[in-house]
């Protein structure tokens, strides 16, 4: 009964700190709406120049405070999710070793960087993504972009992203559990390459090479910095065995 009262507590925690968040974002939905449709704005006049009028347009009479409703709850949740993380952990933590712990923290603290990088690679290739995307209108036709596509697209690009920057974590923590050793990491490095850039073939809903390449090179990038920490990590762990096997003929030699 006490862990279930702590869970509601968190839980009422969570919430009431996913409901401050949102109404923050409904305070300044304005400058969150300029900050989304930056990279749309970017590209309208490169597309201008190409014959293509585009627009983004508000459907339905309660179209608009769907909308509204959507960001503030979206963006609501990315700010008030050190708390309600933070009411996660505190509730996981307490039936955790010292050592699991230590990693728990260590993982968080390297995966939120990760995705936060991801995420942000996702709104730097926006521009063009649209560009490639909205350029197939054929001539004499415009373009109207719903308000909850554009944002759909946008929220798609960023968490596709975000966790392709989790691969060398995920490499990482196999390697330390001993799944993968380095050597069986270099020997699939080819199909690993190959799998990258299938994944952000299909992963980024563009067709175009240059958003795909811009997906695959970081998360290669990233598998190769995982490959090398694995490889240190081997080593490190080949000599705390060889040390712990010299202490073990060493005892074994003073007992004869």
Do not use: C
Request: hydrophobic share 55%; net charge negative.
């Amino acid at each position: 009964m006490g862990h279930l009262r702590e869970l509601r507590t968190r839980l009422v925690r969570a919430v009431l700190a996913i409901v401050v968040g949102t109404v923050i974002a409904w305070i300044f939905y304005e400058p969150i709406l300029d900050f989304l449709t930056q990279p749309y704005n970017d590209v309208r006049p490169i597309l201008r120049d190409e014959g293509i009028d585009t627009d983004i347009v508000v459907t339905g009479i309660g179209g608009a405070f769907q909308f509204q409703l959507k960001i503030s709850l979206v963006v609501g949740l990315l700010i008030s999710s050190p708390v309600w993380l933070w009411q996660i952990w505190g509730f996981v933590l307490p039936a955790l070793h010292r050592h699991e712990k230590r990693w728990a923290l260590l993982l968080t603290a390297t995966g939120a960087p990760l995705f936060v990088g991801g995420a942000a690679l996702a709104y730097i290739v926006l521009p063009k993504a649209m560009e490639v995307l909205i350029g197939f209108v054929p001539d004499g036709f415009g373009s109207l972009v719903t308000g909850a596509e554009y944002f759909d697209f946008i929220i798609r690009m960023m968490l596709v992203f975000g966790v392709a920057a989790e691969i060398p974590l995920i490499v990482v923590v196999l390697n330390r559990i001993g799944a993968v050793s380095a050597a069986q990491l270099a020997r699939a490095r080819p199909w690993t390459v190959i799998g990258i850039f299938i994944f952000a073939a299909i992963a980024t809903p563009t067709t175009d090479p240059l958003t795909m390449l811009f997906l695959a090179a970081p998360m290669v990038v990233l598998y190769l910095i995982s490959e090398i920490i694995a490889k240190l990590t081997d080593r490190s762990r080949g000599r705390a065995a060889a040390a712990q096997a010299l202490g073990d003929d060493e005892a074994s030699s003073l007992d004869d």
